[in-house]
């Protein structure tokens, strides 16, 4: 009985999947899928190392700071990084006094309420505020921006394929079109408010190149030339801790554990093989 | 199971004595996973999965309560609760990692445990108990898995609840009304962000009881082994403790350094970058994938691509992406081979080993990828050979394939001759 | 002959059983132990988890502005989310507490120990009555100050002086002066 309801059972799923699947061939052959211009000119992000790569790797401080700086100077005009505190730049290799400076001295400042009339107002950071926004919200972002909204980069290395390599690619990917572009998908070229950039999903993005001159940003004694290359490595790398600040303790645990378990791993075997001493052929 | 010949519980110290006298526990234990529980002395590795999926669901239990201390259940401040947890919880990154790539180590174990039913048979009589409790249990996994990733209401929890609740509308008549009820509203909002969260943390508890359940069906008849044949004198058995519980010792060691590896070095590995997006409805992401656990099934949901009749080809996915479970439970009677082991099967083997088991890999593949053309077509073709496989193909071979010779006992197949002076009682 | 030998593959003989059993259960001993001080290296973030989060610890330490308090008033305002009081103490006030017999009183204390060198004047303590924890009146104007001038709390009607100290009532000790430092004379950082 339930053999036979079986049999009808799998025969009709079966049977129209194969149908569908020959019906969907047939289409596949006869009207082939029309190409698009994101499958033949988005690049994956390009090879790019880190000192945090790997098992054992590192944050390298000195250039953490770089990309603060970078971000300071650079991003923070459009883009927030509210889930991080300024008290986290402790991390960085900063005092408890350089992080109270840098937060008094961060271009945005924290809203507030006046504690005289009860309107809204701003107040200077402190080290324990989370980096304040440069706009009030959505739409003043999205009005000040051609409709466009700079994403929160808090977490932007984690949330995207690729890590700090796509955002290093994207930061040194912008060019002009291809011809090819131009030719066989004229609807995908740039427009008035947005810029090329193969590395970016969609091909083209509405935030212009950010990182274009070198020497747009000033690096102190000892750091290496800011070039747009130097540049997007540091402010990559800067987001890399950002999105984990916990990376290092977590690798360094990774491996005592690691190291610990296969001892432990070791022991079990010994200890398995011990009680099953007697037993012989067993399993 | 009352295998005439398995060690009585003696305690040997007073104060076991008293407590065994007042609340029979320990002698419980002892008869359950202690030296009381006469096991097949031929399991191998494959038998450690039971074991590991328990210790696997304690993993996410222990993670999991820790981590309800400070998760906030309300839409606009569950995805910050999530990074509080990352950044300023004590060793909060460790218990989130943990806890997200406890469920992914959680169903490796369990498919393979499936696995492991499926070639050897476990889920022929006296064992269909067994094998339904399971499936019971992989469906509260299942029901548990989904609303957890819901929880951190990033985009891929966000758009996932969407596409499965939106599943539900397909139902005739009653769909749209039952949609709304489960999400209290239109679309995921915090009505269905506070609902998951209340039952994510009951269904582990439930799951709990049924396994309780699950094992005591199985130790009604005890454990099989590899080679199906049941067991039969003492010479067959070997008590559970130590020999098992040494043996499970190195499987929890590879456990947990699997584990480890991911937790530590890959945390990210396994899911999907979009859900560190905040959750936003009016934005879809490129690609809407669930879990990779879910792949499979994802693969045969979207395989449907056309209307049967007056049936929706959106309504054929759903019931083919149900069917594809619910029909495990009647593999009992649609493989009615006498032989339970595959290792004595070589038809059944063949189309196990290369059938099966592409295909589901085949699925799974599938639905992680984009529903290009291709990739459906190549699901389609899979999930045809999948429906085939267990409703066509089983029931036709269990009857006419001619299985190798059985051994007479465990003993003989692993020591290579009959047991001695043992006259063959059979088990209780 | 084959039938013995096959009889004593299953089990270890009786002679090598007591020092084999001792001498092999070593491996099992070292295995369970690791096993569990990998349980106990697990347990301990499970249980530190619930110590304060980095950013309560963050919001430890407040700043308070004492230049709008002028003498005679009283600000009551948050510390570690609890009700804080900054009471600038007028001369008459400070005189009060200073000649106050500390016999008879139950948590005796004068008000040099409860308040900084040199700036007797400026009183900080927590706005916690040390009964059962309901919040005093007598830091706001117009609340009432109680029979010694200090605070008084309406729950079980706990009377505190102009040092903060318990005078009259159930409450056990003087309302509780946190750590506290004055960063200039007209600020202080609490905590």
Redesign the interface.
């Known amino acids: 009985m339930i053999r036979i309801g079986a049999f009808l059972v799998g025969l009709f799923f079966s049977g129209w999947l194969l149908i569908s699947a020959a019906m969907g061939a047939y289409t596949f052959v006869t009207v082939p899928a029309a190409p698009t211009a994101e499958h033949e000119f988005h690049k994956p992000p390009k090879a790019v190392n880190y000192s945090f790569d790997g098992p054992a790797g590192k944050f390298d401080r000195a250039q953490l700071q770089r990309g603060l700086q970078i971000f300071k100077e650079v991003c923070s005009a459009c883009h927030s990084l509210k889930y991080v505190s300024f008290r986290d730049f402790k991390d960085l290799g900063y005092s408890e006094g350089q992080v109270k400076t840098i937060a008094q001295t961060w271009p945005t400042e924290t809203p507030s309420i006046n504690p005289d009339t009860g309107e809204a107002a701003t107040r200077k950071p402190n080290a324990a505020d989370k980096i304040p926004s440069p706009y009030p919200n959505e739409v003043a972002a999205r009005a000040a921006n051609n409709n466009a909204l700079p994403p929160d980069l808090s977490l932007m290395t984690k949330a995207r394929h690729g890590g700090p390599a796509y955002v290093y690619s994207l930061l040194t990917g912008y060019q002009a079109p291809p011809a090819k572009l131009k030719e066989k998908f004229p609807a995908s070229m740039p427009g008035k408010t947005t810029h090329y950039n193969p590395y970016f999903a969609n091909l083209n993005l509405a935030m212009p190149s950010p990182l274009n001159t070198e020497g747009q940003v000033t690096y102190g004694e000892g750091a290496p030339k800011p070039t747009v290359d130097q540049m997007a490595k540091d402010v990559s790398a800067f987001l890399t801790w950002t999105a984990e600040p916990k990376l290092e303790n977590r690798k360094r645990a990774g491996t005592a554990a690691v190291v610990f378990l296969l001892i432990f791993l070791g022991l079990c075997v010994g200890a398995y093989k011990n009680v099953w001493a007697d037993k012989k052929a067993h399993a | 199971m009352s295998f005439p010949w398995a060690n009585e519980y003696k305690p040997s110290n007073p104060f076991m004595r008293y407590m065994d006298e007042k609340l029979p526990l320990p002698r419980f234990v002892y008869n359950a996973v202690g030296a009381g529980y006469p096991v097949p002395r031929n399991l191998n590795y494959f038998w450690n999965f039971g074991v590991l999926a328990g210790v696997a669901l304690m993993v996410q239990i222990v993670t999991g309560i820790v981590l309800a201390m400070h998760f906030a259940a309300e839409s606009t401040v569950a995805f910050s609760s999530v990074e509080h947890v990352m950044r300023d919880v004590n060793a909060g990154w460790f218990l989130r990692y943990a806890h997200m790539n406890g469920a992914s180590m959680f169903f490796i174990v369990v498919y393979t445990h499936i696995f492991r039913g499926l070639f050897y048979g476990s889920y022929k009589p006296p064992r269909e108990m067994v094998w339904h409790l399971g499936l019971v249990i992989f469906l509260l996994m299942m029901a548990t898995a989904f609303m957890g990733y819901v929880l951190p209401w990033g985009q891929m929890s966000f758009w996932g609840a969407k596409v499965i609740t939106g599943l539900f509308g397909a139902i005739p008549l009653v769909g749209e009304p039952i949609q709304t009820w489960l999400l209290g509203g239109f679309a995921p909002d915090n009505a269905a962000l506070n609902r998951f969260f209340s039952l994510h943390f009951l269904l582990p508890f439930v799951i709990l009881g049924v396994i309780i359940l699950h094992v005591w069906a199985l130790h009604i008849p005890g454990s099989s082994n590899p080679t199906g044949v049941e067991v039969k004198t003492e010479q067959d058995t070997v008590p559970f403790h130590p020999y098992y519980t040494a043996k499970d010792g190195v499987g929890l060691a590879v456990f947990f350094l699997l584990f480890a590896t991911l937790v530590f070095f890959a945390p990210n590995l396994l899911g999907e970058p979009d859900n560190y997006i905040p959750a936003n409805p009016l934005a879809t992401p490129a690609n809407i994938v669930p879990e990779w656990y879910f792949w499979p099934f994802y693969a045969i949901l979207r395989a449907f691509t056309v209307d049967f009749l007056f049936i929706p080809a959106k309504l054929l996915g759903v019931l083919a992406m149900f069917a594809s479970i619910l029909l495990l439970f009647f593999l009992p009677w649609l493989d009615t081979s006498a032989v339970r082991s595959g290792h004595y099967r070589p038809l059944f083997r063949k189309f196990f080993w290369f059938g099966l088991i592409p295909t589901i890999a085949i699925l799974g593949y599938c639905g992680g990828s984009h529903a290009t053309d291709s990739i459906v077509l190549v699901s389609q073709i899979a999930a045809a050979y999948y429906f085939a496989h267990f409703l066509i193909i089983l029931p036709i071979i269990s009857r006419v394939e001619t299985t190798k010779p059985l051994p007479t006992s465990i003993t003989e197949a692993v020591l290579g001759h009959a047991p001695l002076n043992a006259t063959l009682q059979p088990a209780e | 002959m084959e ?1 013995m030998a ?2 004593m ?4 003989t009786a002679g090598e059983e007591q020092g084999g059993v001792r001498r ?2 070593f ?2 001993v ?3 132990s ?2 569990g001080v ?1 349980a106990v ?1 697990v347990v301990l ?2 249980i ?4 304060p ?4 610890l ?2 430890a330490s407040t700043e308070v502005d004492l230049k709008a308090i002028l003498p005679g008033q009283a600000i009551k305002t948050i510390f570690r989310k609890q009700p804080l009081f900054v009471r600038h103490l007028t001369p008459v006030e400070v005189a009060e507490a200073e000649k106050a017999p500390l016999a008879g009183m139950r948590d005796p204390q004068t008000l040099e120990e409860r308040t900084k060198a040199g700036k007797t004047q400026w009183l900080v303590t927590m706005g916690v009555c040390t009964h059962l924890g309901c919040v005093p009146l007598g830091a706001a104007e117009g609340e009432v100050k109680g029979e010694f001038g200090g605070y008084f709390c309406p729950c079980h009607g706990s009377s505190y002086d102009t040092a903060a100290r318990i005078r009259k009532g159930p409450a056990p000790r003087n309302l509780q002066v946190p750590p506290y430092e004055f960063t200039s004379d007209t600020a202080i950082l609490v905590g």
């Open positions: 039938s096959s009889l593959e299953d089990s270890a092999r259960d491996i099992n070292a295995a369970a690791f096993a990998g290296a973030p499970l530190n988890q619930m110590n989060s980095a950013d309560v963050a919001e």
